[in-house]
């Protein structure tokens, strides 16, 4: 079917109707006409009215069967007829295409069956090549809107070849036979000549990525003036509008044509695709010069890679660094630090090159560095620590002496394992956070491209001084003894002795206290003595305070 809109201009590529009929337009439908089954090689039967040669814009054009751009640009309305699948919208463009205006020639309906009575004067029913084909309203089979097409090719008086494209349908090249049931009403002749070839375009050069390809235009009549298009898949590549075209990494995998249109004025163009490349490889990159690789064959030492040239600039470089062979881990970039994992070996490098739409071109460079060596650092005097590990006290380390003597020393010191920011100093106080917790060190003895000197010193856990409070309460021939031991970063817990004269008790901080009851005491002022015992991190105290024990009534 084919639709257009009466009388007035529409917006650019309206939204077709979910209905036929609106108070706003009328809609024309041109009718789809009797075929066989579809056959791209099928050759028409006598008794056949028509037989379709293809179907839809792709398959059509990869059989040689061009949609003219059509199908690109069929978002568009031409000569105010609905876009899409639609048969006057396609004659339209076509009829633009071959130089005409963009305004319908007429006024009036643009109903395909008014075609042929509002171009009467240049309507026959001679067919050209070019000429638009006009069925009128229900003439062979066409429906009640009538239909228009292409006229492609003249076989013969009585056999037409051409091109359509219909409303709720698709694109077509259709073979029609004269014999009275699907021959077309007349023939609207708008711009007939046309642009004849005689000899196929053609296509040379390698089908590659970085390679150029070439278009033949072949020959044409009469003498036209000739443009190109490429393609991709039949797709039209940007901007790729010159007789030869370097394939880029957007096509590889595609087949790649290039369209020639062939113009001359007062002509219909005539317009043929080259046959299709191979799909397009991906290009090679070759080394024109191996990367070097500089720098001195000692631990610690940098060896540097210099880029080497290629044929076609890289995106990008990456190395592969060996030793004695093998590819060693992460090594990616242009730069290798050597370590003590790598005496002994010889350190070869491969640049990596990588192009988009191009295989990875990789070379190695012709230096090999090696064997790796490394100093070693003789320790004259050894590394000691002195000093004690409790809160108000301090370590320190002393580092010893070294052959060479030009070595660097660095400090680490730790908390339960967990670095101490900011404690890089030979010596270290201990804080009240340090208390219970154990404190280690660590020093690190260096030198450029020696191997390193490491010592580990642990300081068991971080002990603190403590203190003992005592209060008493006397009580008949008893006391009451209340003990808090106190201690800076810690709560001291264990064992407390209290006495009086030749008695005793114990007990057990908790929280840091204690209550003891002493009993069977004799009347009077009396001295109590304290003793904690320590627990690890508190460390042991004394404590003493007096009580008056009441002389209370005698027990029986």
């Not at 296509?203 to 009549?221: D, E, H, N, Y």
């Not at 660095?410 to 670095?419: C, E, I, K, P, T």
Request: glycine residues 10%.
């Amino acid at each position: 079917m084919c639709l257009t809109v009466v009388p007035v201009t529409p917006p650019q590529q309206p939204r077709r109707p979910a209905r036929l009929r609106r108070a706003a337009a009328v809609l024309l439908v041109c009718g789809l006409l009797p075929a066989v089954v579809p056959s791209v090689t099928a050759t028409a039967p006598a008794q056949a009215s028509s037989v379709y040669l293809c179907n839809g814009y792709k398959p059509c054009s990869k059989a040689g069967m061009s949609d003219f751009g059509y199908g690109a640009a069929n978002g568009s309305m031409y000569w105010r007829m609905y876009s899409g699948h639609n048969c006057t919208n396609y004659v339209a463009y076509r009829m633009i295409q071959a130089g005409m205006s963009t305004e319908r020639p007429w006024s009036g309906s643009g109903m395909a069956y008014n075609w042929g009575h509002a171009m009467k004067s240049i309507t026959d029913k001679v067919p050209a090549v070019g000429a638009v084909a006009w069925w009128d309203r229900n003439a062979s089979g066409a429906g009640s809107s009538g239909h228009v097409a292409i006229v492609e090719k003249i076989v013969s008086d009585t056999e037409i070849i051409i091109s359509e494209d219909s409303w709720s349908g698709d694109f077509h090249w259709r073979r029609i036979i004269k014999d009275g049931t699907t021959w077309p009403t007349g023939f609207i002749h708008f711009v007939d000549k046309a642009v004849t070839n005689t000899v196929p375009p053609s296509l040379s050069g390698t089908p590659q990525v970085g390679a150029t390809l070439r278009a033949a235009k072949g020959r044409w009549k009469p003498r036209p003036s000739y443009s190109y298009q490429w393609l991709a898949d039949l797709v039209p590549i940007e901007g790729a509008t010159a007789k030869t075209f370097t394939p880029g990494p957007d096509q590889v995998g595609a087949q790649v044509s290039a369209r020639v249109t062939a113009s001359k004025d007062a002509h219909t163009p005539g317009v043929l695709d080259t046959p299709p490349s191979d799909p397009i490889a991906k290009g090679e990159l070759v080394s024109t010069a191996p990367p070097t690789v500089s720098g001195d064959a000692e631990v610690d030492a940098v060896l540097t890679a210099t880029p080497g040239t290629w044929s076609a600039a890289p995106d990008s470089t990456s190395y592969q660094w060996r030793a004695d062979g093998k590819l060693i881990s992460g090594a990616a970039v242009n730069e290798l630090t050597l370590t003590r994992a790598m005496v002994g070996t010889t350190i070869t490098a491969t640049e990596v090159a990588r192009r988009s739409g191009f295989v990875k071109g990789t070379v190695a460079a012709p230096q090999a560095v090696g064997p790796v060596v490394e100093g070693t650092i003789e320790m004259v005097t050894p590394t000691a620590a002195s000093g004690r590990n409790h809160l108000g006290s301090q370590i320190t380390i002393e580092p010893g002496t070294t052959n060479p003597e030009d070595v660097t020393t660095s400090y680490a010191w730790f908390r339960d394992g967990v670095l101490i920011d900011g404690a890089v100093g030979p010596t270290y106080a201990p804080l009240e956070t340090d208390v219970g917790r154990l404190i280690s060190a660590r020093v690190t003895i260096a030198k450029p491209r020696y191997r390193s000197i490491e010592r580990t010193f642990d300081f068991a856990r971080t002990t603190t001084s403590s203190t003992v409070g005592v209060r008493t309460t006397g009580r008949n021939r008893k006391a009451a003894i209340r003990v808090r031991v106190a201690a800076p970063g810690a709560v001291p817990s264990g064992p407390v002795l209290v006495k009086v004269g030749r008695t005793k008790a114990r007990g057990v901080l908790d929280d840091g206290f204690v209550r003891v009851i002493l009993d069977g005491l004799k009347p009077g002022e009396r001295t109590v003595k304290v003793v904690y015992a320590g627990d690890g991190v508190a460390q042991r105290s004394r404590g003493a305070a007096t009580v008056l024990v009441r002389k209370g009534k005698k027990r029986t």
